[in-house]
């Protein structure tokens, strides 16, 4: 009796899905990679120099009536590591802070000038509209919304930070006029409360300005490492090519 060949199974072509590649897009201009790198350096600078410039007189208010404000480098509490000022000493470091403070404003407006000229202030305005978007960002951030929120080339919660850190620029910019100036610029620091109550507002804009760096550097390789091939080369490719 022969036997019956098991018939073969018919050939099945299945379907292999496989994810495009994300498109490459313009994220970043040149002059925006520049002035972002220059303020950078210059930033660090100054915080340096500003960290050396504080420590001549570690205290806000007059000598022997310190004001009673948060401050715990106040001297005697928690010192300043010599290894992150810059100057070496008060005229030193009052030197380096002048020197990078001019080149930090002028990069600082080039960068303005050309968010008007080029119209992309409006992608970085945080409007009354964007609110709910920033609660669906944080929600995404703190691992309570699993898909990534719809967005444009910034998502809400940037646009705010952009913002907040322009302002905070500015506040920095005028209270350091204020104490560099204080009889030129009197009515300046009356408006901030007097020239060491300038200094103090100074030196909060200071360690706001530190603390939103740590906060983006985080974020930026965390959330997204793909921008930070975008603001060194201005190319992005990674998971919200919206961004372009």
Do not use: C
Not at 188 to 198: D, K, N, P, S, V
């Amino acid at each position: 009796m022969t036997a019956t060949p098991t018939p073969l199974p018919p050939m099945v072509s299945e379907a292999v899905a496989v994810e495009p590649a994300a498109p490459v897009v313009l994220r970043h201009r040149g002059i925006v990679r520049l002035t972002h790198w220059l303020n950078a350096v210059f930033l660090t600078g100054m915080i340096a120099s500003g960290l050396q410039i504080y420590t001549a007189y570690a205290h806000f208010g007059p000598r022997g009536a310190v004001y009673p404000l948060p401050n715990p480098f106040d001297a005697g509490q928690v010192a300043i590591p010599e290894s992150v000022r810059l100057g070496g000493w008060l005229a030193g470091g009052l030197r380096w802070h002048f020197t990078l403070a001019w080149p930090f404003m002028l990069t600082g407006l080039a960068y303005l000038l050309f968010l008007v000229a080029s119209d992309e202030w409006r992608s970085l305005l945080f409007r009354p509209r964007d609110v709910p978007g920033a609660v669906q960002m944080m929600r995404y951030y703190l691992r309570l919304r699993p898909d990534h929120p719809p967005q444009g080339k910034h998502n809400p919660l940037q646009k705010s930070a952009y913002m907040f850190i322009v302002a905070l620029a500015v506040i920095s910019i005028l209270t350091g006029f204020a104490i560099a100036k204080p009889v030129q610029l009197a009515f300046l620091t009356t408006l901030f409360g007097g020239f060491q109550l300038a200094r103090y507002w100074h030196f909060v804009a200071v360690w706001t300005f530190i603390a939103f760096l740590v906060v983006h550097v985080v974020m930026v390789f965390v959330a997204d490492p793909a921008s930070m091939r975008a603001i060194l080369t201005g190319r992005y490719r990674g998971r919200n090519p919206n961004h372009g």
